[in-house]
């Protein structure tokens, strides 16, 4: 009965690096959302995809940054050289179906340092 | 662009007191979701409200959705050490993504 899965849970990078974080929803989920959350803030919506197809990602920074979620495996984001702006928690959503009334389920999130 | 306030941002009191967190907004919501947030772990959902004036408890925290579904509150009773953490009050910003409060970092002392 495994909830939102992501890893990894914490990553360190050096400026210019790429980073992947990997989101496996719930079973029987098939629509993923990414939120970003910066030290004492609250979160921000970046992307809402289901499976290979990308439905919203008016949130998304328009350079360096780049979502997926494949037909089979986990929902991916990626961030390409990053930046220090770049630090800051990164949770995955999944949801049963399309709207937030159908309740979201978060993971524990990936602390994301670049350094 | 909808946004969402909440205050006080930080509120550190005694165990036993009452307090109550607020979520403004100068939008109207179809839903509002409080979740709570533990240092390490991701958000988890307390309730969501739909109705305007509609009004939720669960245990000792009440949760009540303004009737012009603009702004919420969470009042919470007799406070105790295991209600410490981080209160986020979102809004339903179309069906697919919430818009989320900064947050209300509560600290309840022994």
């Known amino acids: 009965n495994a909830g939102v899965m992501q890893n990894p849970r914490h990553l360190v990078r050096r400026r210019g690096q790429e980073a992947r974080l990997r989101c496996s929803p719930m079973k029987g989920h098939s629509h993923v959302y990414w939120y970003r959350q910066l030290p004492e803030e609250g979160l921000k919506f970046m992307v809402y995809l289901q499976k290979e197809n990308i439905i919203d990602e008016s949130g998304m920074p328009k350079e360096r940054f780049s979502a997926e979620f494949p037909k089979e495996g986990p929902s991916i984001l990626r961030i390409q050289q990053v930046v ?32 | 662009t909808q946004l969402l306030e909440q205050s006080p941002q930080f509120l550190s009191i005694q165990e036993g007191e009452n307090l109550t967190v607020y979520c403004n907004s100068s939008s109207v919501f179809s839903s509002l979701q409080w979740y709570r947030q533990e240092p390490g772990e991701g958000p988890v959902l307390l309730v969501t409200v739909v109705t305007g004036g509609e009004v939720k408890k669960l245990k000792r925290l009440t949760f009540q959705f303004g009737d012009a579904r603009k702004d919420s509150s969470l009042h919470i009773t007799a406070a105790q050490p295991g209600d410490t ?6 809004g339903e910003a179309g069906a697919q993504k919430l818009v989320f409060g900064q947050g209300t970092r509560l600290t309840i002392n022994p």
């Not at chain 1, 399309?98 to 389920?105: A, K, M, N, P, R």
């Not at chain 1, 999130?109 to 670049?114: A, I, P």
């Not at chain 2, 953490?85 to 979102?90: D, E, I, Q, S, T």
Request: proline content about 3%.
């Open chain 2, 85 to 90: 953490g981080l209160y986020l009050c979102a």
């Open chain 1, 84 to 115: 220090r702006g770049d630090s800051a928690a990164y949770f995955c959503a999944s949801s049963p179906q399309q709207g937030v009334s159908y309740g979201y389920t978060f993971g524990s999130g990936t602390r994301l340092t670049v350094v």
